[in-house]
């Protein structure tokens, strides 16, 4: 007994561990959309909880998925898929995942991006980052955030930017800063930032690579996070 | 908006499996909200494939976590060999990993969409709402290449990129492999050039090596697989495609070398476990070989890639390495295996079991052996492919069982009588059974005899008794299965009938099982591409009638 726990694959009990409580996620997840779309619940108190829980749930799943990444990350064994993807589409998709949560706080999502804008990216991973960011403008923001994409030279930049007071100071870089130390004190951002740009520097074409900034070029000079890929 | 109001899955037959209930049930409520009203469901990948074989599904939804038995990679796997998945079907895999390294580049099928749990009822709609909207804009090439008519396929397929596409990069991945399926390899080659030229993403670069493989562009190959592989290490295919390079430049150390990376890669994947196995097994690494042989058997046990080959093998593999007792005991599970299988893996597995014996020089058990096959050979003649033939016919004339052995080559003569290399073959393995005096005289009668039945059943047709040629052909054709003349002349009799009389579904679906077999015989022709034109106009005849 004692032999099998040692010869136990931490990545494995990790996969299975998470892929448990995925399922567990997938059904109270559905369970609090079901609920919060409910037409009849009276009381906007309720409605206004169910939708919390359900942003709770989620940024819970974001950061298992995140953690198992990043596990895999430090064993090189994370590998990333790039395919053609739709940037509209790709907007589109996040924007609607957040979409009733926002409207409760009565927070405006705006999307600016050309139709036929094609990325070459890693759909999963780069859903999942968008995800993070606007969870995080959604608690900084005043009234408005802002998703967008266009070409920059040879790159695709996704733009994800708010109205809200502006990211702190420390926390602004520029380049692929992928290796400078993180504060954790600053809670799940600074896990959810650190992620983002080792993913982006995971993205390259040729010997060019991916690279996130930070700045508070945001409306009203609001915080403005920005992805590059090659 | 209007359009979302519309849509709706009503009348969509869909699968879905989960191993866990209260998963299903959630995905039923979340389609069936949109309409669906027809999703059976099941946790088992086994049941899965069997609901498969019973109805035609156009989604299924697939988790990658099956617990017990087959995974979903296993299910989409068999269900695309055994033709379960038209190209208009859609398969997803549901999955509880964030990211597809699980599966992904590990497989020889990929599914048409990913989706990572937890996801909501919006998000499995948007998916499906853009895949329906896909698979309905490339309709009519998913029904040629229902039918196998690949050039066809590759015609629409150009006709729709030069409108200007969205998915025009899918659109040349499809033409790739379709050009590739067509034997037009410079097309194909063209095809993923394209991709590169704009992005150099690795299904491009892989496809574009395996045409300069094709085109025996050899060196060249090696080159571009061994990039792809510096650029993306795990990219498994790559690994497999310069294995085959290797073996085609006589370096077989060097295929060994790179197969064994790329099972480290992926060691789920049974065709590359058995590649390896068999390399290995060739340069006489024996250790290797039974360790892969192994992990074939174990890894197969729930799939399609089971074969009785693979015992056969490892049998052989522990009689190279004197251990006989290992030998018998894998050549007693083959037996166990396969006994109740379908007739032609019986057929096979009592073929390898012959030459096992021989090798052992048990000779009764051997003559035993054959007197099995030959009876499973009479009851279905159609079941006994050619390699396998030439092996029992030569264990027959071994052992001195000329009677047995003739009537085995005149299957192989009758089943090529125009493919000279074979009737070469022939006629070397029978001079190195001490009977080539007579092998001339017999290849040459039994290969007139098939000529004659051929020329009455087309002097049939010319003289426009048409039912009595399609009669001929059609029981010419079940014991010559792999006879690419006969095949097509029986498509042509029906054709004929048809052009003359109108067409209908049952002789519709009898001419495209003879072009579907042609097709499979992978020897190109004119006539074959003439008969698939008129067979599409007779499909759009009857379409219009």
Redesign the interface.
């Known amino acids: 007994m004692s032999n099998d726990a040692q010869n136990l694959d931490f990545a494995t009990v990790i996969a299975s561990a998470v892929h448990d409580m995925k399922n567990s996620l997938t059904l109270l997840l559905d369970t609090l959309d079901d609920a919060a779309g409910e037409q009849s619940i009276a009381a906007t108190l309720l409605q206004e909880k169910l939708l919390q829980a359900q942003h709770e749930g989620k940024r819970l799943n974001r950061n298992l998925i995140q953690l198992l990444a990043l596990y895999r990350l430090e064993r090189s064994q994370l590998f990333i898929n790039i395919t053609e993807n739709s940037v509209t589409e790709l907007l589109e998709d996040v924007a609607m995942e957040s979409r009733q949560l926002l409207d409760a706080r009565s927070i405006k999502l705006e999307i600016d991006c050309e139709s036929g804008l094609i990325g070459f990216f890693d759909r999963e991973l780069i859903t999942g980052i968008v995800n993070t960011i606007i969870n995080n403008s959604y608690r900084y923001t005043k009234n408005t955030i802002r998703l967008s994409g266009e070409n920059q030279g040879d790159y695709l930049c996704i733009h994800i930017e708010d109205n809200g007071p502006g990211y702190p100071d420390k926390m602004l870089h520029g380049g692929s800063n992928t290796d400078s130390p993180i504060d954790f004190q600053t809670g799940s951002t600074g896990l959810g930032l650190y992620f983002a740009a080792q993913v982006a520097q995971m993205h390259s074409n040729g010997k060019r690579h991916g690279y996130t900034e930070t700045s508070n070029a945001g409306i009203n000079k609001g915080g403005r996070f920005s992805l590059f890929l090659p | 908006m209007k359009a979302s109001k519309l849509w709706s899955l009503q009348g969509k037959s869909i699968l879905v499996i989960d191993d866990?209930p209260?998963?299903r049930s959630?995905m039923r409520?979340?389609l069936s909200a949109y309409g669906a009203d027809d999703i059976p469901d099941t946790s088992h990948g086994e049941e899965a494939i069997k609901r498969m074989h019973d109805k035609s599904f156009d989604i299924v939804l697939c988790d990658y976590?099956l617990g017990e038995g087959k995974d979903g990679q296993q299910v989409l796997e068999e269900a695309k060999e055994d033709s379960l998945l038209p190209y208009s079907s859609i398969f997803i895999m549901t999955t509880?990993?964030?990211?597809?390294?699980m599966v992904?580049?590990a497989a020889e099928y990929q599914p048409d969409d990913?989706l990572?749990?937890?996801?909501?009822?919006?998000?499995l709609q948007?998916r499906l709402k853009?895949l329906l909207a896909r698979k309905s804009s490339l309709r009519k090439i998913a029904s040629a290449m229902q039918r196998k008519d690949f050039s066809h396929a590759l015609s629409l397929c150009e006709k729709q990129l030069t409108l200007q596409p969205?998915n025009r990069?899918?659109l040349l991945k499809l033409k790739g492999e379709l050009s590739i399926k067509a034997q037009r390899f410079d097309a194909a080659a063209a095809a993923f050039a394209e991709v590169i030229a704009e992005?150099?993403?690795?299904w491009a670069k892989l496809g574009y090596g395996e045409a300069l493989y094709h085109r025996e562009r050899y060196e060249e190959a090696k080159t571009t697989f061994k990039e792809l592989i510096k650029a993306n290490p795990?990219y498994v295919f790559a690994h497999d495609w310069l294995a085959r390079v290797y073996e085609k430049l006589d370096e077989p150390e060097k295929a060994q070398e790179i197969l064994t990376e790329a099972t480290e890669k992926s060691p789920k994947a049974v065709l590359r476990q058995r590649a390896l196995a068999e390399i290995s097994q060739q340069n006489a690494d024996l250790d290797t070989a039974e360790e892969a042989y192994r992990r074939v058997m174990r890894l197969g046990k729930n799939s399609c890639y089971k074969s009785p080959t693979d015992y056969a093998s490892l049998s052989r593999v522990y009689l190279q390495k004197s251990n006989n007792v290992e030998a018998m005991k894998t050549l007693a599970s083959m037996k166990k295996e396969f006994h109740q299988g379908k007739s032609g893996d019986r057929l096979h597995a009592t073929i390898l079991e012959i030459m096992l014996y021989k090798d052992m020089a048990r000779e009764d058990e051997a003559r035993k052996g054959i007197a099995e096959a030959m009876k499973l050979f009479r009851d279905n003649p159609g079941g006994l492919n050619t390699p396998l033939a030439m092996e029992l016919a030569s264990a027959c004339y071994d052992l001195g069982l000329k009677e047995e052995g003739y009537e085995i080559v005149r299957h192989i003569v009758r089943n090529n009588h125009e493919d000279q290399d074979i009737l070469d073959g022939v006629q070397t393995m029978m001079e190195s059974c001490g009977i080539g005096d007579s092998a001339a005289d017999l290849i040459a009668a039994t290969r007139d005899e098939v000529i004659t039945l051929n020329n009455r059943g087309v002097e049939m047709a010319t003289n426009g008794a048409l039912q009595d040629s399609i009669k001929l052909f059609a029981q010419a054709a079940d014991g010559m299965p792999e006879n690419l003349v006969i095949n097509l002349n029986a498509a042509q009799s029906l054709i004929m009938f048809m052009q003359r009389y109108g067409a209908v579904p049952e002789f519709l679906e009898q001419t495209q099982g003879y072009l579907v077999r042609a097709q499979s015989l992978n020897k190109p022709s004119q006539k074959q591409d003439k008969l698939q034109t008129a067979y599409r106009k007779l499909v759009t005849s009857l379409a219009k009638a």
Do not use: D, H, I, W
């Open positions: 866990f209260c998963m959630m409520g979340m976590n509880a990993e964030n990211s597809m390294e992904m580049g990913y990572s749990k937890p996801f909501t009822k919006q998000v948007t853009r969205g990069f899918e992005r150099e993403l690795p795990n």
